[in-house]
C-alpha cells in the first residue's frame, strides 16, 4: 500500500510560481511512475505530467510544457511539479498519483492540494 500526501499550493496571481510536493510513504516507488492531474470545478480530471522513478523520463500535457517541469527524489521518495508562469486556467485541485508507467494505470491518490491564479 502506497500513500501520497501532496502540499504546496496555495493563491498566487498570474505569472507566478509555485512548487508542489508529493510524499510518498510505505512503499519503494522504484520502477514505478509518478504522475499530476489536475480537476477543475465541473471539469473532467486531466493529466498534467508524469515521471518514472526509474529512469526519469518526463512527460507533460501540452498545455504546461515550458512552464512546468516534474522532478524526483527517490532518495527522499519525493516528487515535485515546479509550475511557472501561471495562468488563471491552471487552477484546479492538483492530484498526485502513483501507477506503473507515466501512461498509467494509476492505482494509488492523494487527497490534492489546491492551486489557485488570480488575474
Known amino acids: 500500500q502506497v500513500q501520497l500526501v501532496e502540499s504546496g499550493g496555495g493563491l498566487v496571481q498570474a505569472g507566478g510560481s509555485l512548487r508542489l510536493s508529493c510524499a510518498a510513504s510505505?512503499?519503494?516507488?522504484?520502477?514505478?511512475?509518478t504522475g499530476w492531474f489536475r480537476q477543475a470545478p465541473g471539469k473532467e480530471r486531466e493529466f498534467v505530467a508524469g515521471?518514472?522513478?526509474?529512469?526519469?523520463?518526463?512527460y507533460y500535457r501540452d498545455s504546461v510544457k515550458g512552464r512546468f517541469t516534474i522532478s524526483r527524489d527517490s532518495g527522499k521518495g519525493t516528487v515535485y511539479l515546479q509550475m511557472n508562469s501561471l495562468k488563471p486556467e491552471d487552477t484546479a485541485v492538483y492530484l498526485c498519483?502513483?501507477?506503473?508507467?507515466?501512461?498509467?494505470?494509476?492505482?494509488?491518490w492523494g487527497q490534492g492540494t489546491q492551486v489557485t491564479v488570480s488575474s
Open positions: 510505505g512503499r519503494t516507488l522504484s520502477g514505478y511512475a
Open positions: 515521471i518514472s522513478m526509474s529512469d526519469g523520463r518526463t
Open positions: 498519483a502513483v501507477g506503473d508507467s507515466p501512461g498509467g494505470p494509476y492505482n494509488y
